[in-house]
T-cell receptor
């Protein structure tokens, strides 16, 4: 079955540590997205990528980095510069233009130790 | 740039109807609607692509008034399974940069 796989489901970060969240899709989608969701809040766009080797900052990119070396993969690194990283992180993909639905992974819940 | 949603929250009894509104101060090129249950990923409901378009999905339908820069989601004869948070979203400038509204929490009680 096609879908989006995020791992791990839960992640704990120590102060000063970088952590990487994985997102893999087998839907053959061109576009991929990373969102952050805080409790009781909406989804805020961190980064998005329309094609391989290209990505753009969303509204809250500071303290995060991404890469898009393969069509299937769009990992997100939460760097030590992100001072308040505790949140629910959602990865999504879509077929390639903004009028296509986004398909979401099950999310990664990141907490600070 | 974030769309505004109203109401913030609504409580219904099974079988009752509800309307959720989404509006923006900026042009809406299309409107997406998603539902998210607690602790889960959002699930796509429908996209409205042009002004005046109405779409339906089971007993959930939506309209899009491009001129007024607003969309409404209609839930009729609500079921317990309709509980969750509903988000509208829209691309910015026809691009992939995407913005979601803050969500409307819907609770359907037996």
């Amino acid at each position: 079955d096609g879908g989006i796989t995020q791992s791990p489901k839960y992640l704990f970060r120590k102060e000063g540590q970088n952590v990487t969240l994985s997102c893999e899709q087998n839907l053959n989608h061109d576009a991929m997205y990373w969102y952050r969701q805080d409790p009781g809040q909406g989804l805020r766009l961190i980064y998005y990528s329309q094609i391989v080797n290209d990505f753009q900052k969303g509204d809250i990119a500071e303290g995060y980095s991404v890469s898009r070396e393969k069509k299937e993969s769009f990992p997100l690194t939460v760097t030590s510069a992100q001072k308040n990283p505790t949140a629910f992180y959602l990865c999504a993909s879509s077929a390639g233009n903004s009028n296509q639905p986004q398909h979401f992974g099950d999310g990664t819940r990141l907490s600070i130790l | 740039q974030q769309p505004v949603q109203s109401p913030q929250a609504v409580i219904l009894r099974e079988g009752e109807d509800a309307v959720i509104n989404c509006s923006s101060s900026k042009a809406l090129y299309s409107v997406h609607w998603y539902r998210q249950k607690h602790g889960e990923a959002p699930v796509f409901l429908m996209i409205l692509l042009k002004g005046g378009e109405q779409k339906g999905h089971e007993k959930i339908s939506a309209s899009f008034n491009e001129k007024k820069q607003q969309s409404s989601l209609y839930l009729t004869a609500s079921q317990l399974s309709y509980s969750g948070t509903y988000f509208c979203g829209s691309p910015i400038n026809y691009g992939q940069n995407f913005v979601f509204g803050p969500g409307t929490r819907l609770s359907v009680l037996p």
